[in-house]
């Protein structure tokens, strides 16, 4: 003999049926918790969307707001600026204070750090100082061994 759906649905008991019940209502809470859910989700993609909308429209008014300048502008103010703060920093240094900074560093042994915070200058020009000073040392060490051609 087999059964089928129908003869199950009739032969279950009260317990099963209670039970499925049960379940169909859980799962019923359930999907409106999600719909619930899924909705407030909506919501919040839609502010998002306006606040992106609203900042890219005051991003765009802005830069409609800032006055274009001419490539040929923006280079000639490079070119005219590029390497010359660098150097204008490094030789705004008094002749009398790179050579004290070269005394303290070479006869008095002081450290870099030291001659910068004690001269209230940047380590970096400190170092600059010690470089150029090396290389006209180097340049004349040089010039004195070359021998003339004759």
Do not use: C
């Amino acid at each position: 003999m087999s059964t089928t759906a129908a003869d199950h649905s009739s032969s279950s008991t009260p317990d099963e049926t209670h039970r499925v019940s049960l379940q169909i209502e859980a799962s019923k809470t359930r999907i409106q918790q999600l719909s619930e859910a899924l909705k407030q989700e909506e919501t919040n993609l839609e502010r998002l969307e306006e606040l992106k909308q609203s900042l890219e429209k005051a991003a765009d008014e802005e830069a409609a707001s800032i006055p274009s300048v001419e490539p040929s502008i923006i280079q000639e103010v490079v070119s005219t600026n590029a390497g010359g703060a660098k150097r204008k920093a490094y030789q705004a240094v008094k002749p009398e204070v790179k050579e004290q900074v070269i005394q303290n560093v070479f006869e008095r042994g002081m450290t870099q750090r030291k001659v910068s915070e004690w001269f209230g200058l940047s380590e970096r020009t400190v170092r600059r100082i010690i470089k150029a000073e090396k290389s006209v040392h180097s340049g004349e060490r040089r010039r004195s061994q070359a021998t003339p051609r004759g």
